[in-house]
């Protein structure tokens, strides 16, 4: 009779185990998953403020001379790459709602990492856009400063604003 009890609590045991390895898979999958999601708001987040902010710096390199200011301004007139970033963010979500509940582990680790890394890439170039933005909104303004001291017959021609 005891060998009987023995089997049937190791027998309890690795079911247990095998219950408890799928719980901690599934779990592992939710969290997955969610970090997608979050990765996804987070990368569409970041384009967002990246538009914005290419948008808000057209007003400071207007303030530039036009011959200054050309590349710049082809730059920020440049917005196909935030929509396409936009389109493979919103191709992830896609990807996320037809294969999220079916991927293999290994998968939804790698969309994670690569939805990591390109978020912060974007990140340091926002922050790069944002430095350069302020560099040249105060270079900008110490210039309009000093232009206005300036006798008038010195001015340069500030071109089309």
Known sequence: MPTVLLIAGLAALALALILL???LRARRRERSLLRLLDLADAMQ???DRSQERMAAMKAVVGRVPADIAAVAQASLDGIQPILDAKRDVLQHRL???KHGQ???QSEL???CAALERARSRLAGQLDE???AGAELADATQASADAARREPATLRRDPGPT
Do not use: F, H, N
């Open 95 to 97: 990807w996320i709602q």
């Open 129 to 131: 856009l944002e430095q």
């Open 102 to 104: 079916t991927a293999r």
């Open 21 to 23: 390895v799928s719980i």
């Open 45 to 47: 987040a970041l384009l």
């Open 109 to 111: 680790d790698a969309a």
